[in-house]
């Protein structure tokens, strides 16, 4: 439902009709016209709670305090071992969790800890034949027999990535190898083992001309090394022939270390990954924890900075098990495996130098794709173990491949490229197989949005889903009919369930909640397990069997204290921008009769993560902030919250635009944001301040310093000022790495311009943060110092990290941030 807006389009409103705070079962959408709505805008608004709002002010102590007081809401909702829903809930007096399943007739019941392991598992798998399944959980391995008995397998052994081989035996990964388990007889047996050491021979060549004549010159010598060689020669007969004597490792450089390894379910080949000991991942800093129970200074150690960052590469190889040899699979088939895709910001970055740059074709550093917000390997074996997926990415972001492996010639064969002159999402990166055929399925962003594919090895990929929305969170049925999916067709900030058919590419709709909703898929497909949550109610679970329009509420955890305070439901407003065709949708919250009277204050707040969505329809994971604005609210104020350029939700144009010029377009869409203001709720634009949290604390300096007629006040909160100073994961995929484009990170970082602070600003810094390290607001004081400027204040929260704990550093950041705007709007 996206649309282009223009200053003439037709209003259009869509009411919630989910009570924002009441117990009922989820509904459809309603159209309605508000009264406030303006020419500009499309906004989607939920009905604010009715509750007695004489009784129960909004207060900063009570927002601020331990959020158990909302009530401990469902977390972790999913199917257990025995097919009944499960979920965690916080434990009232602790900050332990306690698991509850779900019983026939719909009631939470907390299960005992002697029998949580029959109810969830860290890792799960069900035998080929369908007659065991096997999981993990703790230091346990557990199946369950034909005959419904429940047998603890392992009992302290450090097994994982446990899976099922073709002939039904159990496998798993042991240290540095991989074992079977016949589960009829329980008989053991090592598959496959590897060192990374100098593989052993019966006799090393002389070093040099006094050892070789010393070798040919000394009877004894010539008969220990005889010796030797007879002894070498036997153990490898052994291994080669006796049933008592296990294979010989497979040898690695010992220079080298494990990134993945995975076992075919045939048995028969292995994929293992590797790469040079060390990596941008190492922890190579230190910060220091002042806070100690013995009163002295803890140096812990942290992550590297992205200037100290390296190309690494990844080298993959093929096991054959029953030789017992390894061979690698060379990268040089990949197409634009040499691409100096970087040629032109080189050459940008060469000529301000006053230097000349040619271009370079050597090979990419290339490796396996590590994406912090995708669950498994990026190695998928399909389920007869005769064929293999990789998911490659190259170290300078810019392209992906699906790979499959040609056995017989031991080389990589692309399936699909796919390449993004910005970075390639982290996001969005599901693939593996279909069960019953050779046919692979990912979602790519090729077409600018995240949708769903499949395709036969060497064939044409075909699209099931398309559209101006992003798919994800993908389930595959048993009988490969199905992909069950998560998507925001509706309305960028409304996600609901939907399924595809394989063969006919025709989606349905499964749900129509409104609002967040998320799924799990019942083992015997029958039944969807839903979270849901609108933008003034967190979330709760519900049951909808499938084929069904009626949702079931499972839970009722949200609490009469949060119920009774009187909430401030914002509306979804679309917000037309001076520099895309698109527009950015924003929260806005709005008081009674704003329209009326002197012109408002307001405050604009910039969510974290640059890559975060929050201008949807759910409940927010920025609850605090929805809180904290109601306040606002209440006090007369209207409240701004803006996906800008960079958010999640909107597709890849939206996602990239700030590749290597963080904070310029977000800027621009933050002036869109206090214009729309100014011409359509009543604000004073001499009357607004700002804030916002690590990413929103880094826009919120580029705002201060760069914009500084936007915004009267401002409030960095664990904010970003160097970017050469953040991680390599994140930062190098927007900006590249500083050795190669430090125009882009001169441009993109606050620190070089300070000077422009004109309005008062407040930092607030939690000194244990091992995100954005505490140096960052260290080094920017010291240039505000050096500059002469005196408008800041600086509040340090000794205790916190990037995500404070602490009730009363909570309350103390929010106390200060509210009498900034107070005392300066």
Partial sequence: MRQTLTRNSVLLS??????????????????????????????????VHQATQSADAITLEQIMADPKWLGRQPQDAGWAIDGSMVYSRQQETTQLYDLYRIDANGQSVKVPASQLHLYTADEKVTSPNGLYTAWQYEDSVFVKMPDGQ?????????????????????????????????????????????????????????????AAEQQSLIKYIQVQRKNRADRFNQQQMMRENSPAVVAAPVYFDSKERLVAAELS??????????????????STDIMPHYIQEDGRIAAIDVRQRVADAKPVSQTTWLIDLATGTKHELSYVGLPGYNDDVLAEVKRENAEARGEDYTVNRLPRAIGLLNSWSRSGPSIRWHEDGTQVALMLEAWDNKDSWIVTVDMQNKKLVNQ??????????????????????????????????SHLYVQQPGKENRALTSGQFVTGELTLTADDQYFYYKANKKHPGIYEIYRVNVASGESEM??????????????????????????????????????SSTPTQLTHTISDAFLAKPWVAPQVVAIPSSHTQEPIYARVYLPEGYTEGEPRRAVVFNHGAGYLQNSHLGWSGYFREFMFHSLLVKQGYVVLDMDYRASAGYGRDWRT????????????DLRDGVNWLVENANVD????????????????????????????????L????????????????????????????????????????????????PMVDNNVFFVDVVRLVQRLIELEKTDFETAIYPVEPHGFVQPSSWLDEYRRIFQLFEDNL
Wanted: aromatic content about 12%; hydrophobic content about 35%.
């Fill in 718 to 765: 664990r904010p970003v000022s160097d970017w050469a100073h953040y991680n390599t994961g994140y930062t190098a995929n927007i900006l590249n790495t500083p050795d190669i484009d430090p125009i882009a990170y001169r441009k993109s970082s606050p620190i070089y311009y300070a000077e422009g602070l004109q309005n008062p600003l407040l930092i607030n810094a």
């Fill in 657 to 668: 635009a700030i590749y290597r010029q963080m904070g310029t377009p977000e800027l621009e």
């Fill in 14 to 47: 869509l009411g919630l009709a989910i009570a924002a705070c009441s117990s009922t079962a989820p509904t459809a959408v309603t159209t309605e016209t508000p009264q406030h709505a303006s020419e500009f805008a499309t906004v989607v608004t939920p009905p």
């Fill in 416 to 449: 699909h490229r796919q390449h993004d002159d910005a970075w390639i999402n982290y996001r969005f990166n599901q693939f593996g197989w279909l069960h019953d055929s050779h046919t692979l399925y990912y979602l790519s962003e090729a077409s600018g949005y």
């Fill in 265 to 282: 379910p045939s048995g028969q080949h292995a994929i293992i990954v590797t790469t040079k000991q060390g990596s941008y991942r190492d």
């Fill in 685 to 716: 634009r001499n009357r607004i301040g700002t804030y916002g949290g690590s990413y929103g604390g880094f826009l919120t300096f580029m705002a201060m310093f760069n914009a500084p007629d936007l915004f009267q006040a401002g409030a960095a």
């Fill in 150 to 210: 429940v047998v603890r397998l392992t009992y302290g052994q450090s097994l994982r990535n446990i899976g099922f081989l073709t002939d039904n035996r159990l496998m798993a990964r042991q240290d540095d190898s991989f074992i079977a388990i016949d589960l009829t007889t329980g008989q053991q047996e090592q598959l496959l083992s590897w060192k990374f050491a100098e593989a052993p021979v019966a006799n090393k060549p002389p070093k040099d001309f006094i």
């Fill in 510 to 547: 499964l749900t129509d909640l409104n609002g967040m909703t998320d799924y799990a898929l019942s083992p015997d497909e029958q039944t969807l397990l839903l979270t849901h949550s609108t933008v003034t109610r967190p979330d709760e679970l519900y049951s909808l069997p499938v084929g």
